[in-house]
């Protein structure tokens, strides 16, 4: 199994921030964070993942997590990374949202955990990086996305065995000004999605992981749909018009290797990919690969 792993790790490094492989944040905060082995204890993580989004767009995202201890059962994690874009329109980069949880224990014994979390995402910017004529660009090269959100939800573990569903509900239209007819008769920008004044649909995740443990290491299997719930909408022709296609599912499998050095610190590694994903993609977050390496340090 670990051979398998760094097999695809190095195979593949040739973008897991991803709705899942494109996730707008519910996923990986808290304890849906496959990751977490302790939602409640005080850690410390850097990473950093390789990404390839719409239209062959390859994403570098620095990742920093804090998470502290605040009660025997109850802590804050705060997150956020740092982008590098590069595709065929122009090469971006900037600050990612600013994405904060509170994960409380209900309930623990030898063989069960039931964890409660609720959080939200607070944009870094106004997601409308344009290029060097000025032009609006499409969303994968955006480092925000633009809006408030909130998120909840809750986490069991069996055993072997961790399931987790979560809510991400986002309050406004970001302020993305991405249109085909704004870049003209450009054949290249008329691939991209379009996305000016995007209101994002509502999302819903569930997560199904099966862990293998030895000594000083845990392999996860995990599947990861998320559907969006609404139609996503743009502002086109002095109104908001519905995307059809874009309430849909995205079905993502994950796989992730956790290896201890010690008591403290571990190394993290994880691949990413979707097996089924959603017509319309405004929001530019799919991501066709993800790639993670990292590490983790437990006070």
């Known amino acids: 199994m670990r051979v398998f792993v760094f097999i695809c790790f190095v195979t593949i490094s040739t973008y897991s921030f991803g709705q899942g492989c494109s996730d707008a944040g ?170 000016n004044l995007l209101k994002r649909g509502d999302d819903l995740m569930i997560r199904v992981e099966r862990l293998f443990k030895k000594e000083k290491s845990t392999f996860s299997i995990s599947i990861l749909p998320i559907y969006r719930i609404q139609k996503d909408e743009i502002w086109k022709n002095d109104a908001y018009i519905k995307l059809d296609g874009s309430n849909q599912l995205t079905i993502n499998l994950n796989l992730g290797l956790i290896k201890k050095v010690n008591d403290k610190l571990s190394i993290r590694f994880s691949y990413a990919n979707p097996i089924l994903w959603r017509e319309t993609r405004a929001d530019g977050l799919t991501r066709f690969f993800v790639v993670y390496g990292g590490i983790n340090y437990s006070f």
Not at 69 to 98: H, M, P
Request: include cysteine; hydrophobic fraction near 30%; charge should be negative.
């Open 26 to 195: 519910v996923c990986t905060s808290g304890s849906h964070n496959s990751f977490n082995e302790d939602p409640t204890s005080t850690s410390f993580s850097l990473g950093q993942s390789f990404e390839m989004g719409e239209e062959h767009v390859l994403i570098s995202s620095s990742i920093i997590q804090i998470q502290v201890k605040v009660s025997s059962k109850t802590s804050i994690s705060f997150k956020s990374n740092y982008f590098f874009v590069s595709g065929n329109l122009r090469n971006s980069s900037g600050l990612g949202d600013l994405t904060g949880n509170i994960t409380h224990k209900i309930f623990e014994n030898d063989n069960f955990k039931f964890y409660l979390n609720i959080g939200g995402k607070l944009p870094s910017n106004s997601s409308n990086k344009a290029n060097k004529e000025g032009l609006p660009l499409p969303m994968p090269y955006q480092s925000s996305l633009g809006t408030y959100d909130i998120m909840t939800g809750g986490s069991f573990y069996f055993e072997k065995w961790r399931f987790s569903a979560g809510y991400q509900h986002a309050f406004n239209n970001n302020n993305n000004g991405f249109l085909h007819s704004v870049w003209g008769n450009n054949e290249i920008a008329q691939e991209y999605f379009e996305s």
